[in-house]
Nanobody, 117 residues
Framework: QVQLVESGGGSVQPGGSLRLSCAASRTIFSLYTMGWYRQAPGKQRELVASITSGGSTNYADSVKGRSTISRDNVKRTVSLQMNSLKPEDTAVYYC???????????WGQGTQVTVSS
């Protein structure tokens, strides 16, 4: 079992920045692909960004160039730096840990991001 705890959400004006962080409890954190997903009201949950155990990253087109995902395997944390935020970035953001070998899949409780003037 992996416990994921997100932090860093909040309210920001358009054009602003936020940094989301996720702390994982599992000691083999380094083997997991970590991701950030978001879900806006009335919409399906979508991938924002992911980073593999080897450090390869993937971004949704909607955030590419504005967001950076990173991980610290020693601290067992994954972060998402979001810049130039837009109202359409408003959503609940979820941290995800996925271990392909066992198809283990874990989610955090989510953190609200609101972009509004």
């Amino acid at each position: 079992q992996v416990q994921l705890v997100e932090s860093g959400g909040g309210s920001v004006q358009p054009g602003g920045s936020l940094r989301l962080s996720c702390a994982a409890s599992r000691t083999i954190f380094s083997l997991y692909t970590m991701g950030w997903y978001r879900q806006a009201p009335g919409k399906q949950r979508e991938l924002v960004a992911s980073i593999t155990s080897g450090g390869s990253t993937n971004y949704a087109d909607s955030v590419k160039g504005r967001s950076t995902i990173s991980r610290d395997n020693v601290k067992r944390t994954v972060s998402l730096q979001m810049n130039s935020l837009k109202p359409e970035d408003t959503a609940v953001y979820y941290c995800n840990a996925y271990f392909r070998a066992t198809m283990a899949d874990y989610w955090g409780q989510g953190t609200q991001v609101t972009v509004s003037s």
